[in-house]
């Protein structure tokens, strides 16, 4: 096996991914049980939803006193990335109906930054499909181990473990902060999330804060489109 994974860089890529997948699903399977979730609860989750963040910002809202209504907006907001993903992976969401629902369910940050790092289309496909393989197992072992160890645990925070979501959280914006405009949307929404933390209902802060960067983003957007013209090149030249 190490022989054959040596010679195969994206076998070798999808499980190392699906290893560090499930450290990542033990915490969140303990914090799941710890915000008041069953192990059963807990597992269905991960089978059904099987989007990380949204998975735990939805536990941590709910942990953390919140209701549905508060919980629900922020991970759904999260997922919807997911959408914007997928079409950008029209070669690998293709074939039948069936087909690309199956596929449809596991378009996620990993499986679609292993299809883009691949050059052809065959290796496209295998990379997303092992990555997704790799992933929804380790996924789903790490959620029961995690949930079952966490009924046992008392209290995560005691542990440290209710900092998992903001660091993943943070480590999936990271990349995301590249240019002036990305940093003022962030700024803005961190001010107005910091704002509302202790009037409002937990959960509120995430949704108003996404609110909050829309009107920098769209500025910005209008900036862009009125240097352009700017800079196209004279026609006839």
């Not at 890529?13 to 609860?41: D, E, H, R």
């Not at 393989?133 to 380790?138: E, K, P, R, S, Y």
């Not at 700024?187 to 202790?198: F, Q």
């Amino acid at each position: 096996m190490p022989s054959i994974m040596a010679d195969d860089p994206i076998l070798r890529n999808a499980v190392s991914i699906g290893v560090a997948t499930a450290v990542y699903a033990v915490s969140f399977g303990v914090l799941s049980v710890g915000a008041g979730f069953s192990v059963a609860q807990t597992c269905v989750m991960s089978l059904v939803c099987f989007t990380g963040a949204s998975q735990l910002t939805f536990v941590s809202v709910i942990g953390a006193g919140g209701g549905v209504a508060g919980a629900l907006p922020p991970a759904a907001l999260l997922a919807g990335r997911n959408a914007l993903y997928a079409l950008s992976l029209k070669g690998v969401l293709s074939g039948t109906v069936r087909t690309r629902a199956l596929r449809a369910q596991f378009v996620v940050d990993e499986t679609t930054a292993m299809a883009h790092a691949q050059s052809t289309v065959a290796a496209t496909r295998r990379a997303f499909d092992l990555t997704a393989l790799c992933l929804f197992t380790a996924w789903n072992i790490g959620t029961l181990v995690g949930a079952v160890a966490g009924r046992g645990l008392g209290n995560p925070r005691d542990y440290g473990l209710d900092a998992v979501f903001p660091a993943v959280f943070l480590a999936l914006l990271a990349p995301q902060l590249r240019g002036p405009d990305a940093m003022r949307a962030a700024i803005a929404g961190v001010l107005i999330a910091l704002a509302l933390v202790p009037i409002a209902p937990a959960g509120v802060p995430i949704i108003a804060s996404a609110v909050g960067a829309v009107p920098v983003l769209v500025a910005a957007g209008r900036r862009r489109s009125r240097i352009a013209p700017a800079q196209a090149p004279e026609a006839g030249r």
